[in-house]
């Protein structure tokens, strides 16, 4: 079953990601810088679709409880090193 993520603006670069599994929810803030927004998808997609593609990313390689609570979205690149090179890829093309 695939989990259900939620992305809501809260500010111009910060988002509230629910992801709802199983019945269980975790919450998560995330900012994303505008810079770093365009540099990976170029404008393909809009920035909150570029996260909640990047929880997908997330919740491929760990479970929603070990995602952190709050965090810049460049982070993960430090955890998993190959997140802006696959993201890139999925946000350039179709669904």
């Known amino acids: ?23 269980a929810h975790s919450t998560h803030l995330v900012t994303l810088d505008p810079a770093y927004h ?8 809009e920035p909150a679709e570029l996260i909640r593609r ?3 990313f997330l919740l491929e390689r760990e479970p ?3 995602i952190l609570s709050a965090f810049d979205l460049p982070v993960i690149t430090r955890y998993f090193p190959e997140y802006e ?7 350039r093309r179709p669904r």
Do not use: Q
């Not at 365009?38 to 997609?45: D, N, S």
């Open 1 to 23: 079953m695939r989990a259900g993520i939620d992305v809501a603006p809260v500010d111009a670069t910060t988002y509230r990601v629910t992801v709802t599994e199983r019945g």
């Open 38 to 45: 365009a540099r990976l998808t170029g404008g393909a997609v």
């Open 54 to 56: 990047s929880f997908e």
């Open 64 to 66: 929603k409880e070990s």
């Open 85 to 91: 090179r696959d993201i890139a890829s999925r946000v």
